[in-house]
């Protein structure tokens, strides 16, 4: 089935650093997705993007939808305490809709005050 | 609350046993979704529904496995003669119709499956 990369799998930042990760796939997806775990907590949504070449930004977050539509990176600019989770790449495979996402195994961070 | 609920948090359970799964999804929402997520992995997609009915059940692992949503609201997952390896966090998340399309979800905190 279809399989996502996501790297780092764990980093480890003071506060203030700026942060990237990515996700890449040798399928094509029709959306990228970035959700965030907390512990004891479900994932909750950052980031979607729906176009190939789309770059979006929400607050320090921005993301984009690589242009070949395998992959898509995620940054955080002036990293906090609170940014402290594990972040997951997800996409929406072009057959079916998102109804079914395929989520990566996540990039741990944790951020040093 | 007004987000998704799930019941009970944490279940253990012996080898063999058979469990339930509740949840309740976000008011409104007319698509809910069960997913698993094991321990150091990403969430796996099991089963969608739209309505009532099971749109898609592709990820039930096997015949073990069976959700249903009589009503279009509370759902429930049902896991027969349960296995160690059923071990995991079940995660319910629930989406409007633009949700649907657009893979925005809205995931509950799970129900925690201890198999022994």
């Known amino acids: 089935g279809q399989q996502l990369n996501q790297s780092p799998q764990s980093m480890f930042i003071q506060e203030g650093e700026d942060v990237s990760m990515n996700c890449t796939s040798s399928s094509i997806f029709n959306t990228w997705l970035w959700y965030k775990q907390e512990p004891g907590e479900g994932p909750v949504l950052l980031i979607a993007?729906?176009?190939?070449?789309e770059l979006t930004s929400n607050g320090r977050l921005t993301a984009q939808f690589g242009i070949t539509r395998k992959d898509s990176f995620l940054n955080i600019s002036a990293s906090i305490p609170s940014d402290v989770g594990i972040y997951f790449c997800?996409?929406?495979?072009?057959?079916?809709?998102?109804?079914?996402?395929?989520f990566g195994k996540g990039t741990k961070l944790t951020v040093n005050p | 609350g007004a987000g998704v609920s799930q019941t009970p948090s944490n279940k253990v359970t012996e080898k063999g046993k058979y469990v339930e799964l509740r949840c309740d999804p976000i008011?409104?929402?007319?698509?809910l979704y069960w997913y698993r997520q094991s321990l150091g992995q990403g969430p796996e997609f099991l089963i969608y529904?739209?309505?009532?009915?099971?749109?898609?059940d592709s990820g039930l692992p096997n015949d073990r496995f069976f959700a249903v949503r009589p009503e279009g609201s509370v759902s429930t997952l049902k896991i027969q003669r349960t296995e160690r390896g059923d071990s995991a966090v079940y995660l319910c998340a629930s989406s409007s119709q633009r949700g649907q399309n657009t893979g925005e979800l809205f995931f509950g905190e799970g129900s925690r499956l201890t198999v022994l």
């Open positions: 993007l729906y176009k190939a070449g």
């Open positions: 529904f739209q309505g009532t009915g099971a749109a898609d």
């Open positions: 997800a996409g929406g495979p072009p057959q079916g809709g998102s109804e079914k996402l395929v």
């Open positions: 008011s409104g929402h007319t698509a």
